[in-house]
């Protein structure tokens, strides 16, 4: 993982590849196109980060491979684990300088539910939409990730989790963890902005002959980019879809997602109403909870009477502000409770986000804005 890219700059990035297209590389350079599975699982099954590892190939292969390619162009800058080793969350330097964080959230099994590795990954460094309550928001946009750049952040906690298996402290029950199980895009950046690379890298942790993570096991969480639902919904690749809802109403959306103005609450309900009549998948709508802002019962009924008519394929994720500057503050569990009961009283099934990683500055943007400060 730890690529130094002084002298990698023109090497091709195997990571950017599918299956395919690392076939057609291989033909390209006149190599024997069999030899890209076997690359493909190397990269992604046995997980490797160096092409000596590589034995099935030929020395010559090896060798040329060294030269030539290299297994993604990140620098892990700086990794923090939470107190109870639940959350840890990685400060990446790409290519370029330009910084990133992603997170693992690792899940015990609780009742039915197995244990989960989940990992929430940056598509792009920075964000245009510059929602008010977000910290990735308040920098601005810098540039779209590339697929490899997407890739690498969770091949590098599958690494960590293959080298060593996580088990929840107190839990003596609890079988270790050693993969990870899920995947959502909900770090920094806007993943439909960057539409094509998102697809790319969920194509290639998706294929079967190398990380095999199935497409029911990632979430796209989408501003609401209205097109671009339009388009994910036709995808053959059937992820999960979240979207940033945070208000029930365009005068109060307008306010705190300035997105709002171009694509409004009708015409994203409306892409939401297709999205769901096409894929026949549940969609879930993530509101942020802003005390005294979008939590009030008056809102609560709101929310309940635009998401009703979408019946059982509607579920909303309640989630406490994760407070990045002095303007807002997360309401109370009574506040919380009040809400959400009156969404179950419209019949519109809900949940709450437990707060994660408080210690570590778990909200994407938090650890990047405090090494800046730190550097400057
Ligand atoms: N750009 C995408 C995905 C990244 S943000 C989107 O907006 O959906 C992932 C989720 O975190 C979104 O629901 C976003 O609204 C939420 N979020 C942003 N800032 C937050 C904060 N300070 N506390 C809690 N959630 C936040
Ligand atoms: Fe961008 Fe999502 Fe943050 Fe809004 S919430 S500024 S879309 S990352």
């Known amino acids: 993982m730890t690529i130094t890219p002084a002298n990698t700059q023109k090497k091709t990035d195997l990571l950017a590849f599918t299956l395919p297209q690392l076939q057609q590389w291989l033909v390209e350079c006149d190599e024997a196109p069999f030899r890209a599975k ?9 997980l490797a980060t160096d092409f000596s590892a590589m034995t099935n190939l030929p020395q010559a292969l090896r060798q040329r491979l060294a ?21 840890r969350k990685i400060l990446l330097e790409l290519a370029d300088g330009k910084l990133i964080e992603s997170v693992l959230m690792l899940y ?4 039915e539910n197995s244990p989960r590795a989940t990992v929430c990954v940056s598509t792009q460094a920075g964000c245009a939409f510059g929602c008010t309550f977000c910290a990735t928001g308040q920098m601005g946009f810098d540039r779209h990730l590339s697929a490899s750049e997407i890739v690498a952040q969770v091949l590098f906690f599958a690494r960590e989790l293959r080298a060593v298996p996580w088990t929840a402290a107190g839990l003596p029950r609890s079988a270790p963890i050693d993969h990870i199980t899920n995947i959502v895009l909900m770090g920094m950046g806007e993943p439909l902005h960057n539409y094509d690379n998102v697809l790319q890298a969920l194509r290639i942790l998706n294929s079967a002959d190398g990380f095999n993570l199935g497409a029911r096991h990632m979430t796209v969480s989408t501003v609401g980019l209205v097109p671009a639902i339009r388009k994910l919904s036709q995808e053959p690749l059937q992820v999960n879809l979240a979207i940033s809802l945070h208000a029930p109403t365009d005068e109060l959306r307008s306010q705190t997602m300035p997105v709002n103005r171009k694509y409004p609450l009708q015409e994203l309900l409306s892409a939401c109403q297709d999205y769901i009549a096409a894929t026949k998948r549940q969609v879930t709508f993530e509101y942020v909870l802003l005390a005294g802002v979008n939590d009030t019962a008056e809102y609560a009924h709101r929310l309940g009477e635009l998401l009703a008519p979408l019946k059982q394929y509607a579920h909303v994720n309640c989630i406490p502000v994760n407070a990045t500057s002095a303007s807002y503050k997360a309401p ?15 019949g519109v099934s809900n949940s709450v986000r437990a707060e994660r990683g408080d210690d570590i500055a778990a909200a994407c943007g938090q650890l990047r804005t405090r090494f800046e400060k730190k550097r400057a």
Do not use: M, N
Request: proline share 6%; net charge negative.
């Open 67 to 87: 030269e030539e390619a290299t297994i993604g162009l990140v620098i892990v800058r700086s990794e923090l684990h939470s107190k109870d080793d639940r959350t």
């Open 38 to 46: 076997q690359i493909y699982s190397w990269l992604y099954q046995h």
């Open 332 to 346: 109370g569990p009574k506040a919380i409770r009040a809400f959400r009961d009156i969404l179950f009283e419209h």
């Open 108 to 111: 015990p099994p609780l009742g």
